[in-house]
């Protein structure tokens, strides 16, 4: 795909690497649909996208609510002449261990904290992926959906919730794939290893310390180098139903 002057969603565009991803296919000359939940947030990735060269139009929108998720792809659609491409990355985190012993007491996730990821992580995606799809239908000229999935999604301690959603954010790329390949719709996933983002600067830095040690490449990585991938998994025509893994050589 040709990126200049297409429209390419991204969720969670108010910081990192939504951000990132957004101002670097604004390089592209892609216009960019912004949406989180944040407005100041948003309108600061509209100016850094003005700023490099494109333009973009923000929507304030829970990616876990139906209804706004509906009027959100629709409103795109016609204010923007059509849609594109699509990033689903607003994620969130509740980490916790499933059930913890100690002191004669078992403490567990609750259905509250395994829910809410659940919802964002894993039906916001659905959500936003079904409407993009049924927008670029409509408008006839294919698109490529990309999921924002995890290195979590091959199973990580303290992450039950996080790690099922971003195991099944991969396998709805793959079926989206195969499903939407006769519109001309393209998925991908990428799941990324430790990148350095407001997400990760609310970990513990111990444990954050201890994970970058294990990293082949020494060391976090950064949201340009995930925005890379995203204008590549974009901009490929022959690329489908991938999950590509840009971690620097971790395996959890
Ligand atoms: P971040 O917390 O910095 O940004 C997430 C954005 O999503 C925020 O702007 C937030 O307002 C928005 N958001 C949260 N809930 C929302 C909702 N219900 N509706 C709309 N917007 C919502 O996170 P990040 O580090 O930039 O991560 C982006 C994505 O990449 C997430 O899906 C995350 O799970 C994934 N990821 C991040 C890392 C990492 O190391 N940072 C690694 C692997 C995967």
Not at 139 to 161: D, K, L, M, V, W
């Amino acid at each position: 795909m040709k990126l200049k002057d297409k429209v390419v969603a991204i969720t969670g565009a108010g910081q990192g690497l939504g951000r990132a991803m957004a101002v670097h296919l604004a390089k592209e000359g892609a216009r960019i649909a912004v949406i989180d939940l944040n407005q100041e947030h948003m309108d600061e990735t509209k100016r850094q996208v003005e700023a490099a060269g494109s333009s973009a139009r923000t929507y304030l929108c829970n990616v876990a609510n139906e209804e706004q998720v509906e009027q959100t792809f629709a409103a795109i659609a016609s204010d923007m002449g059509g849609l594109h491409g699509l990033i689903n990355n607003a994620g969130i985190l509740r980490d916790g261990l499933m059930v913890k012993a100690k002191d004669g007491e078992v403490k567990k996730m609750t259905l509250a904290q395994w829910q809410m990821v659940i919802d964002v992580n894993l039906t916001g995606v659905f959500l936003c992926g079904r409407e993009a799809a049924v927008q670029m239908i409509n408008g006839g000229e294919g698109g490529c959906i990309i999921n924002i999935s995890s290195i979590a999604r091959a199973g990580n301690f303290g992450q039950t919730n996080y790690s099922a959603a971003k195991a099944g954010v991969a396998a709805m790329a793959v079926t989206w794939a195969k499903e939407l390949a006769r519109y001309g719709i393209r998925a991908n996933a990428i799941a990324p290893g430790f990148i350095a983002t407001e997400m990760t600067a609310s970990m513990p830095p111990e444990a954050l310390e201890k994970i970058c040690k294990g990293i082949p490449a020494n060391r976090m990585g950064t949201p340009d180098e995930i925005a890379d991938a995203a204008v590549f998994l974009l901009a490929n025509d022959y690329m489908s139903g991938r999950i590509v893994e840009v971690d620097g050589g971790l395996r959890l």
